[in-house]
């Protein structure tokens, strides 16, 4: 299964879901730790968003800034399509993992006493 999923050429719409995905995941991450801050459950991790993580500019950054990134892995597909599948597979476990967590942090929150 796996060197079926590594031949971008044969599999290409499934590369442009891998892309997609990510780019859904990036502002999924966004949305969640922009509510847990707002709500005070949660802080931001990351220096340079801290400033932009209470507005709407988060998710706007956190969107361009995955579209640029998915952009530049399907030029790259071109010339390296086993190394893209597999750094664009390492990102989305990556931000499934934040994400987890994310909702790890709201769902123990709910669980404590007010």
């Known amino acids: 299964m796996l060197h079926k999923l590594l031949d971008v ?7 442009y ?3 997609v995905s ?3 995941l990036v502002v999924a991450d966004g949305t969640i730790t922009r509510f847990l ?3 005070r459950l949660g802080t931001e991790f990351n220096p340079f968003l801290q400033a932009w993580v209470e507005s709407d500019t ?3 950054l956190k ?3 995955a579209s640029i990134a998915a952009f530049m892995l399907w030029r790259v597909s071109k010339k390296y399509p086993k190394l893209t599948v597999i750094v664009t ?8 993992v934040i994400i987890l967590w994310n909702l790890f942090v ?5 669980s404590l006493p007010a």
């Open 63 to 65: 969107l361009a800034g």
């Open 9 to 15: 050429n044969k599999n290409s719409r499934l590369f």
């Open 106 to 110: 709201f769902f123990s929150a709910q």
């Open 22 to 24: 990510l780019v859904a």
């Open 37 to 39: 801050i707002i709500h």
């Open 58 to 60: 988060l998710l706007l």
């Open 89 to 96: 597979i390492g990102f989305i476990v990556f931000y499934l």
């Open 17 to 19: 879901f891998l892309l």
